[in-house]
């Protein structure tokens, strides 16, 4: 059954014949693969996307894989390890195998609080860091997500520090 256009569908056309390039029903938005890559941007953070990127985190302590530990981080993430100067680019990847090459076999994330403000996520959580069975470091960090274009999410901000208590100064 066909319906008469609305308003917004003649605004739409309107625009596309006057050259301007504004979204609506009728026109394509820039850059855009499909219309789940919209849907998706317009549902929000799910703490289900989060979650995956600390799964996945899990998953490259627990296979000794830095590259899929890196691949949580999106373009242009930093990375501000205790004790180290602030890591971009394959920094991260070798900050991550540096850690792996220590012996770090496995680790758990765990999300305490998610905050979105439109493109932009803040994730606090606990982390916890093993060799063996043994913990080797327990402590807290903060993560920055932003949306990708294609909708997902990917760390820009990770910062961590331990909850351990350090040794005296001899």
Known sequence: MLTAPT???LGAVRSVVAGKRRPGPLTAVPGARSLDVLRRRRQGMARSDIEALGATMEQGLEKAD???IASVYGPGARLM???SDVLT???IEQYWQGVLN???TGGR???VSLEE???VGIEEGRYEMRIGDQVADRGKYVVVHHRQPDGGWRFHLD???SSMPTAAPA
Do not use: K, S, Y
């Open 7 to 9: 308003l917004t569908d």
């Open 159 to 161: 910062i961590f520090n």
């Open 117 to 119: 403000h439109g493109d």
């Open 81 to 83: 390890p205790p004790g």
């Open 66 to 68: 830095a590259t899929l």
């Open 102 to 104: 220590a012996g770090i």
């Open 89 to 91: 680019g394959e920094a």
């Open 109 to 111: 994330m765990e999300l």
